[in-house]
Each structure stands twice: as structure tokens, then as C-alpha cells.
């Protein structure tokens, strides 16, 4: 149900409009993948935002954070058990935990390990130098130069992330490369961690898959590089050098089970008492991309803006006061056993959802359209860099791309694969319908609602 | 001469291991904390202290001290009960081997698993919940509570409980028979012995294990971020967000603030507890 003057209403606020000051970057989304919403996007995109989502995080379908957690906690309490059994005196084992309090907190605090140093790039061919399959000298020479290496290193790619793990394993038995998934479930800054400390070893990262904030925060990390199907990949999607290439993206959606819960028809009407106990976010908005631009949404259909995050707190503050709100992170397993019902997630996660259970429908709500791309870029440190190159050709190759849109997520090159006929038209077709125009905030309007955020955040929560 | 002096510091070499110890997994950070929370890009810098006077952060901290205090107490109170309980039976008897190795068990069963467990049990579609709601209508199901700062007193007091029975024990043992008798040959009455004999003495490691529970519950992480995923009410979730956070950026010199603040913390409550003991303990010596 779309109230008849909302569209305008979100097609209306300055900041949904192009900041005609910076270098407009990308099309609407609905211009890009745009089968249902209106073809001519007034809204022009710019891509610094927030948008992003983060790719994988322990925030979003996280799990492997824990396991760290875990160990450090028991560690903690298994070292001060032991000073306290062997000691008499209670002066000792006060300084013991305190002393483990210290620790815990340290660790918490996170002591990076020293990098080490060593040329990694220096050792191969210079094909950290190439820019594209021409200067490799052809796709014959890149897939050649990449088998000699033999070795991918990614990082953070979930195997249910945007069909990850197939596209991971179709790579490796096109290309007979084995591709070393590191940390699938950590999130995007801890991408450009892992860059920097392994850094010069031959365990860094290769390519990165990021949230906006991390990734135009990070350029200097990436080096150019233009794949072959360049041409087809729209201009705003993409840094004018190669520095870094939008993707895939969505939008932000509602997943909720038939089940469970009655059909929400907009998003105010998650403060219904039906809904006690049963909206969930995927993650902390002061820290993952994808709860972030939950709120953005929520605020969008409370009257708020691009620039005015507001709204959106105040609705999960009353959302909070219901006893509505869920306090809890869904993963895969909580919405599979029931236990989070209601899922404000990327629309491509939550429909991920719907091919396990038959109940789980997701809806994007047409009062408040926001949308987000991923980036993608080649790290200037590779230890593979012509693996690295490769991967990247294979991501945006119609077969690379296809396979995104097995996963839910709407490819880059959509747009030109359904001219060219390319498009796996099954999987396109079961994408979540969408209506109305998208609203993507800019770098000083998601800087700015962060701050809001982080202040205001827990506030609204606790 | 020198052999002497050399001789005199032969003890000391086992002291050492310790030592290093203590160098690399206390000065050495706690250093690098202090350094990280007075810098930002690479310059001093007082911008992450200014950041904890914020309100949302002190919040965290009032939540970080008021869950670990009442914890602390809670586990100090029926963990020394039911440690009374135990010491009063037969030394060696089922019960205290029964008692002394659950609690060993339990005190260390922390974390995410402690955290999934209660999840399964009380959470929204927990075995418990479901059957309290379906028999007794209570509404658990569609309640929240147990992801806020109650369910983590309610879990916190599950390992800290089992904590103070094994660190109360000692101190129970140490109080003897003999001078229970020697008070009633004196002619007191139970509460006066308890009055001036038996309290006074257990004081100490009372306050002691009390505030072990602090520092144990202060710096839990694992259970609480398992737990709660909004928010961030307590300081150590305040440390991930600031470390791991990917819309707000470049925060990590806040957590290393973080950091200092909670080692401010303990330092001060262990302040407190020395000058409490010193007061105490004088009828000791």
C-alpha cells in the first residue's frame, strides 16, 4: 500500500538531489535495474555515502566474531580461576584480576599485531602495474600470469552473501585457482585491517568487496584496474580510473514471516501491538552499513530526510517503548528457528531467506526507497595481483554478474546484460518488486547522520 | 661480597617468569593504551577523553558499573550462603565434591555459549518461555528483556555465583572450629561470635572476592555481545563499535580512551578496597 502523496514527498527533499558540486556519480537505481519503478530518475545518485552494507560483518549474517570473543572471555576467566585457587592471600588475587581486567580490556582495545615487511608485488611479472587484460597483453597472458600464481585471497565474503560461495567455487574450477577465503563473516573496515597488517605477507588480501564509508575512505589502498566489460558498467557507478567498480546493490527491505507475523503495509505499521517482541535490525546502525541505512528508511517514512536521520531514531525509540523492537542480531539461524520474525534488511539478504523458508516474504517498502552498492577493488599490496585482476574480470563478466543475481543482489551490469539478452531473466524476474524513486545519501549527509547516530543511538535503545 | 649478593638474589630468579609476565601482558599494554588514548593521527591529542564525558558514554559506564556492582553483590551474597552451606557439611562429604566441582564447571562457562544457552532456554522462542506463555500466559515470548541490561544481570549472575562459592571456600576453611568453642567457653551467644569473631575475619575476603566479581563482570565481553547486538549499553560494546565500526569512522584511539577509563575504574575501586581492608584487618593482626 503506497500513500499517493509519499513519492513526491521523498523525490522532493534537497538531499535526495544531486550534489551538482561533486562529480555526480551513479544513475538511480531504478534507472540501472529499473523494471518496475519510473525510468527517469530525477534523482541522481552520488555514491559517497553510507551506502554501504557491509560486507558480511559479524554485524550483518556475522558468526565468526564470536568465536574470538569466546575464547578471550574464557581465557580471561580461566586465568583468574587459577590464581585465585592456588593463592591464599586475597591481595594477589586482586591483582590478578585486575590484572586479567587489564588484559580483557586491551584486548577488547585491540593490540594489531606488528606488520611485516617484505615486497610482495616485487616478485612477480608487474603485474601489479596493470590497468587492464591489454596491458597484461590479452586475457590469454592475465589467465596464464593468474594460474602461475595459483593463489586468490579473499576476505569477508559470506558463502550466502550474494551467492559468494557459488561464485568462489564456479572461479576455482574455471580457472584451476584456489581461492583462500579469509574471515568470511568479518565486516568491511576489518578488510582494510587485515590489508594493513598482512601487509607484505603473502596472506593479505587480494581484493576487497566494501561498504561505501570504508571504501572511499580507503582509495589509496586500491590500484586501478579496467576490466573488460568496462564500457557496460554505467559511469556513476564506477571511479573514473578503476580505482574501484560498484558491484552489485539493493535496497533496503522488509523480510518478514507469514508465519509469524501479519503482512506489514509501510513501515509505520511495525508499531503495531502484533508486532511485540519482533523487529529485528540486522546489526548496530553505529556500526554496520545495512542497519545504518535501516534507519535511513525508517526516518524516510517518518518524515524525515536524507538529511535528517532523526525521525528514523525516534521511530525505533517508539518502536523500543512498544516493546516491538528486538534488540537482537538475526543471522540465517535466528530467522530460520523463529526467533526473529521481522527483518529490516538489503532486500537481496532478506530474499536469500526466502528460498530456505516458504513462509519468508520480503517487501520494500515504496515510502521509503533507500539503496546501496557494493564496492569492489583490487588491493595495491596483492600478494596475487594477477589472480586479483582475474577476479575482477570474472566478477563482471556476464557469467560473474549472472551469478550475483542468483543470489538476490542486482548486478551492476544489469541494465546492458538485459539489452544484450545475457541476463539470467529467471533470476531477475523474482528480484522484490520496486516503486518510486531511491534516496541514497551523500558523504556529508551519512558523516553527518553517523554523528547523529552515535550520540543519539544508544539513547534511543537502552 | 658479590657472591652474596648473588646468592641473596637466587630466590629471586624464580620470580622472573612472573615478572615477564606481567611485563608483556600488563605494562605493555597498559602502556599502549595510555599512549593510544592521548594521541590521534600519530598527535597528543585530549579529543578521545573529551569524547567519554559525552552523554551516551557515560551512560554505558554508569550501566558497566551499576551491572557489574549488582552482580558482583549478587553472586557475593548466595555464593558465600551457599559456600556457609557447603563448609558446615562433612569436609570431604558428597555434597562439597559435588558442590565444589559444578561450580568449577560453572564459573567457567562464560561467553557465547553461556549467552546461547540462556537465549535457547528464555529467549523469544525459548523451551522455557514457550512453556511458561502457553501454561501460564506470562508473555515471554514477545518480551525483550533478556537482550537489555537485566538479562545480563540475570546471566552474569549464573558465572558469578559458582565464581564466589570457590573463592569463598578457602576463606571459610580458614575459619576454625577451635575458635568457635573458644568464644562459647567465653560465653557467647552465636550472634555475638558472628558479631565479633566470625564477620570480622571474614570481612576481608569478603571484599576481596567481591570485588574479583567486579573486575569479572566489568570486563565480561563475549556473554554481553552475544547477547545484546544494540546499542551498545555497556563500555566494553562501547570498544567494539569504536574498533569495528564501518559508518562511523576512524574512532580507534577512542577505544584505547575506552580502555583507560575502565582501567581508571578498577584502579579506583581497588583503592577503595585496600584502605577498606586495611581498616578491617587491623582486629586481625
Known amino acids: 500500500m503506497v500513500l499517493p502523496d509519499v513519492h513526491q514527498k521523498f523525490v522532493g527533499p534537497g538531499g535526495t538531489r544531486p550534489d551538482q558540486g561533486g562529480h555526480p556519480r551513479r544513475p538511480g537505481p531504478g534507472e540501472l535495474t529499473g523494471r518496475r519503478g519510473p525510468r527517469s530518475c530525477s534523482v541522481r545518485l552520488r555514491g559517497r555515502a553510507i551506502l554501504s552494507t557491509v560486507t558480511g560483518g559479524a554485524t550483518l549474517r556475522g558468526r565468526g566474531r564470536d568465536h574470538v570473543q569466546r575464547a578471550r572471555e574464557g581465557g580471561d576467566r580461566s586465568r583468574t580461576m587459577r590464581t585465585t585457587r592456588t593463592s591464599r592471600r586475597f591481595t594477589s588475587r586482586i591483582t590478578a584480576a585486575v590484572a586479567t581486567a587489564t588484559a580483557i580490556t586491551l584486548l577488547g582495545a585491540g593490540c594489531a599485531p606488528p606488520a611485516k615487511t617484505a615486497d610482495p608485488a616485487a616478485s612477480t611479472s608487474g603485474a601489479a602495474t596493470w590497468t587492464s587484460a591489454q596491458a597484461a597483453g590479452g586475457m590469454d597472458a592475465l589467465v596464464a600470469e593468474a594460474k602461475k600464481e595459483g593463489t586468490l585471497n579473499v576476505i569477508a565474503l559470506p558463502p550466502d552473501w550474494a551467492n559468494y560461495g557459488t561464485i568462489i567455487s564456479t572461479f576455482e574450477s574455471k580457472y584451476g585457482i584456489k581461492v583462500d577465503s579469509a574471515q568470511p563473516d568479518a565486516a568491511s573496515q576489518d578488510e582494510i585491517n587485515a590489508a594493513d597488517q598482512q601487509k607484505g605477507t603473502d596472506r593479505a588480501p587480494d581484493v576487497f568487496d566494501l561498504g561505501q564509508a570504508v571504501a572511499l575512505a580507503n582509495t589509496a589502498k586500491f590500484a586501478p584496474y579496467q576490466v573488460s566489460t568496462w564500457d557496460t558498467i554505467p559511469t556513476n557507478f564506477k571511479d573514473s580510473s578503476g580505482l574501484w567498480v560498484n558491484d552489485y546493490g539493493g535496497y533496503m527491505s522488509i523480510g518478514y514471516d507469514t508465519a509469524k507475523v501479519p503482512a506489514p503495509s509501510g513501515v509505520k505499521d511495525l508499531l503495531k501491538p502484533e508486532y511485540k517482541g519482533k523487529v529485528a535490525l540486522n546489526g548496530d546502525p553505529t556500526q554496520a552499513g545495512a542497519a545504518f541505512n535501516g534507519v535511513v528508511m525508517t526516518s524516510l517514512a517518518n518524515g524525515g530526510s536524507a538529511d535528517d536521520i532523526q525521525p528514523g531514531i525516534d521511530f525505533f525509540a517508539d518502536l523500543k517503548k512498544a516493546g516491538n523492537f528486538l534488540p537482537t542480531d538475526p543471522t540465517s539461524a535466528t530467522i530460520e528457528s523463529g526467533q526473529t520474525p521481522l527483518v529490516i534488511d538489503w532486500d537481496y539478504l532478506n530474499a536469500a531467506e526466502s528460498a530456505k523458508i516458504s513462509t519468508w516474504k520480503v517487501t520494500v517498502p515504496s515510502d521509503a526507497l533507500v539503496g546501496g552498492y557494493y564496492f569492489q577493488a583490487v588491493s595495491k599490496d596483492a600478494p596475487h595481483p594477477a589472480a586479483a585482476r582475474l577476479w575482477q574480470e570474472f566478477l563482471y563478466s556476464d557469467e560473474g554478474q549472472n551469478l550475483f543475481l542468483g543470489g538476490g543482489a542486482r548486478p551492476v551490469r544489469a541494465d546492458a546484460m538485459q539489452k544484450a539478452g545475457t541476463i539470467d531473466a529467471a533470476a531477475y524476474g523474482k528480484l522484490p518488486p520496486i516503486s518510486g524513486e531511491p534516496t541514497i545519501l551523500t558523504t556529508d549527509q551519512s558523516t553527518k547522520a553517523a554523528d547523529v547516530l552515535s550520540k543519539e543511538w544508544s539513547k534511543a535503545t537502552s | ?285
Request: net charge positive; aromatic share 10%; glycine share 10%.
Open chain 2, 1 to 285: 661480597m658479590a657472591r652474596t649478593r648473588l646468592a641473596r638474589l637466587r630466590p629471586a630468579l624464580g620470580v622472573v617468569p612472573f615478572g615477564v609476565y606481567l611485563l608483556i601482558f600488563l605494562v605493555v599494554p597498559t602502556v599502549t593504551v595510555v599512549i593510544g588514548a592521548f594521541a590521534e593521527d600519530g598527535r597528543p591529542s585530549l579529543a578521545n577523553l573529551a569524547g567519554l564525558v559525552e552523554p551516551s558514554v557515560l551512560t554505558a559506564l554508569l550501566n558497566s558499573v551499576l551491572v557489574s556492582a549488582v552482580t558482583a553483590l549478587i553472586g557475593g551474597v548466595v555464593g558465600a550462603l551457599v559456600a556457609y552451606a557447603v563448609v558446615t557439611g562433612k569436609p570431604d562429604g558428597a555434597l562439597r565434591r559435588l558442590v565444589t566441582s559444578v561450580c568449577g564447571v560453572l564459573a567457567q562457562f562464560g561467553g557465547v555459549t553461556l549467552a546461547f544457552a540462556f537465549i535457547a532456554t528464555l529467549g523469544i522462542s525459548g523451551v522455557v518461555s514457550t512453556w511458561l506463555d502457553a501454561n501460564l500466559g506470562t508473555g515471554l515470548t514477545s518480551s525483550v528483556w533478556l537482550f537489555g541490561l537485566k538479562g545480563l544481570v540475570l546471566v552474569y549472575a549464573y558465572f558469578q555465583i559458582p565464581l564466589m562459592v570457590i573463592v569463598f571456600l578457602p576463606a571459610l576453611d580458614g575459619v576454625r572450629v577451635q575458635w568457635r568453642e573458644a568464644a562459647s567457653n567465653l560465653g557467647a551467644t552465636t550472634w555475638q561470635y558472628w558479631r565479633l569473631v566470625g564477620l570480622p575475619l571474614l570481612t576481608p575476603a569478603f571484599l576481596g572476592s567481591l570485588l574479583l566479581l567486579f573486575a569479572n563482570s566489568f570486563a565480561a565481553y563475549a556473554t554481553a555481545a552475544a547477547l545484546v547486538s544494540q546499542g551498545s549499553p555497556i563500555i566494553p560494546l562501547w570498544i567494539r563499535s569504536a574498533l569495528t565500526s564501518e559508518v562511523v569512522l576512524g574512532r580507534q584511539n577512542f577505544a584505547y580512551a575506552l580502555a583507560l577509563e575502565m582501567i581508571v575504574i578498577v584502579a579506583v575501586v581497588m583503592a577503595g578496597y585496600s584502605l577498606l581492608v586495611r581498616r578491617t584487618a587491623r582486629w586481625v593482626r
